[in-house]
């Protein structure tokens, strides 16, 4: 099965980010961007797939997270108002699972499992 999925971990709380909106893009040549989808984290800060089928081609993608409208509900600021997470499926991979470990003034992310 095809999978692209995320969780995001707001280290500043030690909690689970939940309800941050979350868009995966493809790289289309002909117009920049091509909108896959968009959701948000649920309870747990997760996104359990974010493909909506089993297609999952070769090219690059981003996940974008919307980090301002998750700090501001909490009226905390933000330095990072919006995080891009690039990354490129070649040929024959099938899942990809990209953490995001967040807080107001930083951000790091890893290819996880």
């Not at 909108?35 to 493909?51: E, F, K, M």
């Not at 998750?70 to 699972?97: C, N």
């Amino acid at each position: 099965m095809n999978r692209i999925s995320t969780h995001i971990l707001d280290l500043g709380r030690g909690k689970p980010a939940s309800g941050v909106p979350v868009k995966l893009e493809r790289q289309d040549s002909a117009s920049g961007w091509q909108t896959i989808t968009s959701t948000q984290t649920d309870h747990d800060g997760r996104c359990v797939q974010l493909l909506p089928s089993e297609d999952l081609l070769p090219g690059i993608y981003r996940i974008v997270f919307d980090t301002s409208r998750y700090f501001g509900a909490m009226k905390v600021d933000t330095l990072y108002p919006q995080v891009e997470v690039m990354f490129e499926a070649r040929a024959g991979e099938s899942q990809f699972h990209i953490p995001l470990l967040l807080n107001a003034n930083g951000y790091t992310t890893y290819r996880g499992t």
